[in-house]
């Protein structure tokens, strides 16, 4: 039979089907997926001198026993095999637990190599194992092991297969292009990375692991990338120019520079054959509605459909008064249409959007419902964009025929996500505020000082301002948050009295309610509204000057400077106040960079390294690649150097035609057939 390291792991002797289900638990189906299931850290079995260990290191220490092993048993299944041995003339204690059957293996006289924990304080040994005397230096690999499998077991199972297989492991990439990059052989790299001599070897594995899987999967991206942008089969969107301008004319502000380069860049996808598929970024307050207005009003004036997504009802009903404002004076037709549209005026909307009569349409996820048909959807924009599920997105882009699509987002990612993320997406970023814009000025406080906030909450309302206080956030359960929010509603209701009427939103009311609160807020019947986060992204009320965050270190710093985006937006100085106990001094500065740095994008950068990519959106949401052993921030450098070689060689002819090749061009899953669409 012909070896591959394609085939199962039952094929390993000592591998039955308990042990394969064990495996396959922890991901590893075949001999390969096995020899790619590396160490997370090596043990140094190097033999240690006394002096050097400290109490409670993991150590090896060699001597002489000075004893038999005696046993003695405490309780039915307990017991403890002690000894001493002579270690550059200090007599050592030292003691097993349960492992009795070590006794044979100790004799006085005997040379001896004990792996354990050294107890500073009696000066002696916990034996954990005994070693060969015949090892020397060396380094053993630790891996992830669970309930079900033993770490000793998968490391003699990676021995062995490693000796059975090692033959037929192929090579995946290129001689060249291990040459440019100073890569090691797949088989040489999958050695030194599970048994390594030194330091120096581990290192350079490991730059080839990081290295082969930030370049396969950017070779993936670019190439969808650019399959997209070969496939003739988008919208035309033929614009009316002189229409735009008129728009941007009756603006009562001037764009900024930032959001004239990236409406250009919108614009010039729109007018090709191309599908667009572009990521629209820009912190909150930035403008970026403007930006999708204008696309929606282009797609117009070439007579054809846009739709624009929104995550919650309040904030699709504020886009679409938002847009209604904005194009006053013009005639295009825009519809609401979300779950609480009744019945009769839904089918009438429904009904003008098949035969073309409506121009746009902005809603909620009621819009991708199957009986939502239009006459020529040729643009689709979603607004935070990482709240619909890929398949919601889908559908709602089957319903045209591949139109263009505008994700926005407020939330800043950091460069080195969004080309890992969204490398098969153009990124236009709107890096500029809109001018007059003053910033937010962020205190953190203890909650022991809460009584001394509310004074400075008084008078903010006295000033006629008006106030959010956000509700933590506990994601395990909506209950809870409902059930906080509430409370601290009552709470400040006691606290103002008749200074200001208190009101309630949270994820448990029904939308109709939703909007009533939201609107006595936007006319100021309302003072000082308490939120769970459902609030987070949108609203617009300038007279809001205060934001008040319970809980704040609950919160992501990406998370916290969106909501705090809430105020600041009218010309008075507007306030953030966090109210956080951290433990810790990691909590403690992150509150203290939040409070220090306005720049969205700084702090989700910062949020990263600090918290690891995957707790800025939630780990489901992120949509984040993972590598096994790369981390996009840590190894960023490695990420660029791949990222290059991966956009060469996309871009290269030898690419599509040496057998050198062939391989990546297999893990691409590219056919005979795709490749040919490239030149
Ligand atoms: P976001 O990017 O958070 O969606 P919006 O589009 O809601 O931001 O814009 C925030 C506010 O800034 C709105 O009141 C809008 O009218 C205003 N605005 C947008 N662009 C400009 C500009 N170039 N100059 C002045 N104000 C602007
Ligand atoms: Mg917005």
Known sequence: ??????????????????????????????????????????????????????????????????????????????????????????????????????????????????????????????????????????QEAIYHSSKKIRQSTILKLIKQAWKQYNEVIPEDLPERLRREYNLLTFKEMIHLMHFPTDDLDLEKARHSVIFREFFIYQLKMIWLKRQLKQTQSGQMIDYDVRQLITFFDSLPYELTSAQKRVVNEICKDLKTNGQMFRLLQGDVGSGKTVVAASAILAAKTAGKQAALMAPTEILASQHKQSLDEMFKNTDITIELLTGSTKKKERDNILEQLEVGKIDCVVGTHALIQEDVRFQTLALVITDEQHRFGVGQRKMLREKGLNPDVLFMTATPIPRTLSITTYGEMDVSIIDEMPSGRKPIKTFWIRPKHFERMTNFLKEELKKGNQVYVISPLIEESEMMDVENATTLFHMYQEILGEKAAVGLLHGKMVSAEKEAIMEEFQRNEIQVLVSTTVIEVGVNVPNATLMIIHDADRFGLAQLHQLRGRVGRGKQDSYCILIADPKGEKGAERMHIITETSDGFVLSQRDLEMRGSGDIFGKKQSGLPEFKVADIIEDFDVLEEAREAARQLIYSKEFYQDEDYAELRAQLGMTSENETILD
């Open 1 to 138: 039979m012909v070896l591959s390291i394609a085939d199962t792991v039952a094929s390993l002797s000592g591998v039955g089907e308990k042990r394969a289900e064990a495996l396959n638990d922890l991901g590893i189906v075949t001999i390969s997926d096995l020899l790619t299931y590396y160490p997370f850290r090596f043990e140094d079995l190097t033999v240690k001198s006394i002096e050097e260990i400290e109490d409670n290191d993991k150590v090896v220490l060699t001597g002489t026993a000075i004893s038999e092993g005696t046993v003695s048993y405490f309780g039915r299944k307990r017991n403890r095999l002690s000894f001493r041995m002579n270690c550059e003339h200090v007599i050592v204690p030292v003691t097993f637990f349960n492992q009795p059957y070590l006794k044979k293996q100790i004799d006085a006289g005997k040379e001896i190599k004990v792996f354990g924990k050294w107890d500073a304080t009696r000066k002696s040994l916990n034996g954990i194992k005994i070693l060969s005397t015949e090892l020397t230096n060396q």
